[in-house]
């Protein structure tokens, strides 16, 4: 996968559509990734997300329109896509530092984001550990969720985790009837499946051994070979998307591997202090052969 060409298509895009509704599965789609993969490695790669990057273009081309147009505010909001003046003026001030009537007048300072691009660059200075495993399917027992196409998918799916380790994650640590076959050490999996339909389906929970709770999901994971990435690190949103976007953008195109999509990818957490900057967990990303 070309990411490089494919993230600046993606930039093209949006520019082309800053007056249109954007919906996070086209852009992924360009790329040829799902919508959770695509949210990390457009962090990754722009150093914000991609709906911060839609809204300061957006706002960016405003600035223009209300200083060289006699249209109406409410208009100029309407054309990009906010549902009201209000919302439009908040994220204006927010961004500009003043209201979109103040910006018609002369001497008003004003910000201006242009397009970015993206080049390449050499990177790679940290190693990456990774080994390479076959593994037969097995089945993941847990709980299952959807991000959705209007939210960003890494805060999409921030919820599911948290619901999982509230509710659901002390009852297979602590034994719950039949489930005391979870013996040490414990391991929390993420599974994100690829998706056509543009959202993201995932599953969290830990392996399956043949006995099920009735308001959990289970989900199959088919035979594979995995890429199997060791991390050092504490995990959590501030840590987990650079570490995938790594493996895609750098390791990738550096190996005699691709990403087989027919597969989720999968996130794996032992017991340990998450927290700390010793603690190791890996990334299973399901590989084919170029």
């Known amino acids: 996968m070309d990411w490089l060409n494919g993230m600046n298509t993606v930039i093209q895009y949006i520019e082309e559509n800053l007056t249109h509704p954007i919906h996070y599965d086209s ?24 709906s911060e990057y839609i809204r300061r273009r957006r706002l960016s081309q405003a600035v223009f329109d209300i200083q060289n147009s006699s249209e109406k505010i409410i208009d100029i909001a309407l054309k990009y896509c906010y549902e009201s003046p209000t919302t439009f003026t908040r994220a204006f001030k927010e961004l500009h530092g003043t ?9 008003i300072s004003l910000k201006t984001f242009p397009p970015i691009t993206f080049v390449l660059t050499i990177k790679g200075v940290n190693e990456m550990n990774f ?10 027992m847990g709980l299952s969720g959807y991000d959705h196409t209007e939210c960003e998918p890494n805060d999409s799916l921030t919820p599911l985790w948290r619901e999982f380790m509230d509710n659901y994650n002390p009852r297979l640590r602590n034994g719950d009837g039949a489930l005391s076959y979870y013996s040490a050490p414990f391991w929390q999996v993420g599974a ?18 043949g006995t099920k709770l009735d308001d959990m999901t289970i989900e199959t994971i088919p035979a594979a070979t995995w890429a199997v990435f060791t991390i050092v690190s504490p995990s959590g949103i501030d840590y987990v998307p650079d570490a995938f976007a790594r493996i895609l953008t750098e390791w990738f195109p550096a190996s005699q591997y691709e990403r087989d999509e027919s597969v989720p990818s999968l996130e794996v957490y032992p017991d340990g202090d998450a927290s700390s900057n010793e603690y190791q967990w ?6 084919k052969n170029k």
């Open 27 to 50: 852009l992924s789609s360009i790329v040829g990734c799902s919508m959770y993969e695509f949210s990390r490695i457009f962090s990754f790669m722009a150093g914000m997300s991609v």
């Open 99 to 107: 209201t979109p009537l103040s910006a018609r007048k002369t001497g």
């Open 131 to 140: 080994r390479i495993e076959k593994k037969d399917s097995f089945k993941i």
């Open 192 to 209: 994100y499946f690829p998706s056509k339909e543009g959202q993201t389906k995932a599953i969290i929970g830990a392996e399956y051994k």
């Open 282 to 287: 890996e990334i299973w990303m399901p590989v």
